[in-house]
């Protein structure tokens, strides 16, 4: 052990009549404490929210929506099949996609029509496998049969808005109807509810429906073309260029067409940029209570200096250096330091456990995104968390430990 540690342990054990020095030492100790955990729940609920509305999106939306500019998408199997051809895409399918009404026996509601296949793998209902997409979503090619009603999937709140379950009826009326003498009639048409999702999000469950992405056409009077095409990649991060890829490759191949993507973080680019800005925002606030906590440590440090000047004085007279004499201060400002942002971030990585398993705290569906508070605990955050603390209160130390440094010991003696 050198002596400069020695030393050091010895002064974190003050005697009865410095107790006061003691009592800020462990006031700052708490601070750190206080500030680090308050960080590490707060980071992990911004992160929790953040990989929450990733999950909740990706469950719902495909992860690339290709288009095309200025002409129906009729050939759009031959374009399916080019898309899957291209590096990083794991699955593509047509959608159709408009806005209609709703109407059932006890409501009416206005609602996103998402036309799908359900035989494709790039399927974008969460919890819905592809059997339970064919089943649920059947289609006018078995209208022969009397009485027969397509399948349509509600969202739950959009469900719980025309007061239908699985197995009611309802009707569907589209703005893309016929002229007739007496003017515009829209399109109306009955359907089963033979699904109901739950995605998460407020804003998906009270508007999305899905049908069969014949259906649609039929009720768009598209003929065979559709919206566009859902592509799901390989690896999310990489949409962006993927996307581009792909935009480039048809393109290229079709020069007469102008097809256009979007990735799933272009779409909702306002969304997951609030996030991250709100989460620096959150750390470099909470950041300042450990800035705080680390003012104490140099109090504490230069409280300590004015009462052990004698004790310097003695210790350069027995040879000490004065870069020896700095290392004893700032040690004892970075164990301070140390056990503060230790125990914080054990306090508050066991905060994060219990919010995480048990739910204590609940949210209401309609006000925020999930019913629960998320939280999602991740290692580099806490890495960062903890070297930042480390950080200020090995600044914190600085000039303490300077001004002990430039004690003369031979004045220290004389009036001390």
């Known amino acids: 052990m050198s002596f400069e540690f020695f030393i050091c342990r010895r002064y974190l054990r003050t005697k009865h009549k410095q107790a006061f020095i003691s009592l800020i030492t462990i006031l700052s100790i708490a601070g750190i404490t206080i500030g680090v955990m308050a960080l590490v729940i707060v980071i992990a609920v911004m992160t929790g929210a953040e990989s929450d509305f990733r999950s909740m999106i990706l469950g719902v939306e495909s992860h690339v929506v290709l288009m095309r500019r200025g002409h129906a998408f009729t050939d759009f199997r031959k374009t399916v099949s080019e898309v899957t051809e291209i590096d990083g895409v794991e699955t593509a399918s047509p959608y159709v996609y408009t806005q209609i009404m709703l109407r059932s026996s006890s409501g009416v509601s206005g609602a996103v029509l998402k036309g799908i296949d359900p035989g494709s793998k790039a399927r974008e209902i969460k919890n819905f496998s592809e059997p ?120 290229s191949k079709h020069p007469g067409y102008l097809f256009w993507a979007k990735d799933w973080m272009q779409m909702n680019h306002n969304l997951f940029s609030a996030l991250k800005l709100e989460k620096k925002a959150m750390f470099i606030i909470l950041s300042l209570i450990v800035l705080v906590a680390a003012f104490n440590i140099s109090s504490t440090l230069i409280m300590m200096v004015m009462s052990k000047t004698k004790d310097i004085a003695i210790l350069k007279a027995m040879g000490a250096t004065d870069k020896s004499i700095k290392k004893i201060f700032v040690l004892h400002g970075m164990i301070i330091g140390v056990i503060g942002t230790m125990s914080g971030i054990i306090l508050g990585t066991a905060a994060c456990w219990i919010l995480k398993h048990y739910k204590i705290i ?29 950080a200020i209160s090995f600044l914190s130390t600085l000039y303490p430990a300077k001004q002990a440094s430039k004690q003369n010991p031979a004045e220290a003696i004389r009036y001390g």
Do not use: W
Request: glycine share 10%.
């Open 132 to 251: 339970a997409l064919r089943k649920c979503l059947t289609t006018a090619s078995m209208e022969e049969k009397a009485g027969f009603k397509p399948g349509i999937i509600l969202g739950k709140n959009l469900a719980l808005n025309l007061s239908v379950m699985k197995g009611d009826s309802l009707y569907m009326i589209s703005p893309k109807g016929m002229l007739s003498p007496v003017g515009h009639i829209p399109v109306m048409k009955r359907f089963t509810v033979t699904g109901i999702f739950n995605s998460g999000m407020y804003e998906y469950d009270s508007s999305l429906a899905y049908i069969h992405f014949r259906e649609a056409q039929k009720i768009m009077r598209m003929g065979d073309a559709v919206s566009g095409i859902g592509i799901r990649v390989k690896d999310i991060y990489n949409a962006g260029n993927i996307a581009h890829k792909i935009v480039q490759n048809l393109n």
């Open 362 to 390: 609940e949210l209401p569906g309609d006000v925020y995104y999930f019913t629960t508070l998320p939280v999602q605990l991740a290692g580099f955050d806490v890495f960062l968390i903890a070297a930042s603390s480390l």
